[in-house]
């Protein structure tokens, strides 16, 4: 089974300028996130959506962050413009969506460098 | 408000011998996940183990097991037989538990991370 895929693994820009990440979960996986880590820390959650709808959005910095899952599948995550803050790494995870009661695995992608000089 | 800490920002091991990451969380919530992440320099993060707080029964996984002191807040990772490939940044982390459709999903919260060297 194909783990979850993301591109590209390393980017390098100017602040101000803008910057797109993209995910691919695991088949049949409904729920996908977006994780930012920034050096020195864990992960924290960005997004969340199941199928293509957002079920958490609360911690995305949504004046210079956005992020779609038009056709339930794949998903980008846009910075625009960036900042120097915004260097970190961005993971993207996928779960199953069972029945109630039961623990959902999260799977993560190898991520994405951002470097913003 | 949830918060995972780990206090040990590094720790070294020699291979084969035994050592143990610490972490502690703070809710209110009664029924939660905890879990510990390795995240190696690919930075892939791998499920290492899973703890649910009802169990009272500490998590076993090979070499890894946990000691989960739900009073106190503790969720402590215990490797034993460490190996070269056990190098490692270590998360604990921290879900709620969810009973409604679709099961539990959502914020994972982690702690700031412990970076093990096992040396030869």
């Known amino acids: 089974e194909a783990g979850v895929a993301q591109s590209p693994r390393y980017k390098i820009i100017e602040k101000r300028q803008s910057v797109a990440f993209w995910c691919n979960p695991i088949?049949?996986?409904?729920?996908l996130y977006w994780y930012q880590q920034i050096l020195g820390q864990g992960p924290k959650l960005l997004i969340q959506?199941?199928?293509?709808?957002?079920?958490?959005d609360s911690q995305l910095p949504k004046d210079r962050f956005s992020a779609e899952r038009l056709k339930g599948v794949d998903s980008t995550l846009k910075i625009q413009p960036a900042k120097l803050e915004d260097s970190a790494v961005y993971l993207c995870?996928?779960?199953?969506?069972?029945?109630?009661?039961?623990?959902?695995?999260?799977?993560f992608g190898p991520g994405t460098r951002l470097t913003v000089l | 408000a949830q918060t995972v800490t780990q206090s040990q920002p590094e720790m070294s091991v020699q291979e084969a011998e035994t050592v143990t990451l610490s972490c502690t969380y703070d809710?209110?919530?009664?029924?939660?996940?905890l879990f510990w992440y390795k995240q190696p320099p690919s930075r892939q993060m791998i499920l290492v183990i899973r703890?649910?707080?009802?169990?009272?029964q500490n998590a076993t996984e090979n070499r890894f097991s946990v000691n989960f002191q739900k009073a106190a807040k503790s969720f402590s990772l215990k490797i034993s037989d460490s190996q070269l490939g056990d190098t490692a940044m270590y998360f604990c982390?921290?879900?709620?538990?969810?009973?409604?459709?679709?099961?539990?999903?959502?914020?994972?919260?982690f702690g700031k991370g412990t970076k093990l060297s096992v040396k030869p």
């Open positions: 995870a996928s779960s199953l969506v069972r029945t109630s009661g039961l623990y959902n695995e999260q799977f």
């Open positions: 088949s049949g996986h409904a729920t």
């Open positions: 703890q649910e707080a009802y169990k009272q």
């Open positions: 982390a921290f879900m709620i538990q969810s009973q409604g459709y679709g099961g539990s999903q959502g914020n994972l919260i």
């Open positions: 959506f199941q199928n293509n709808g957002v079920v958490d």
């Open positions: 809710t209110s919530e009664s029924n939660y996940y």
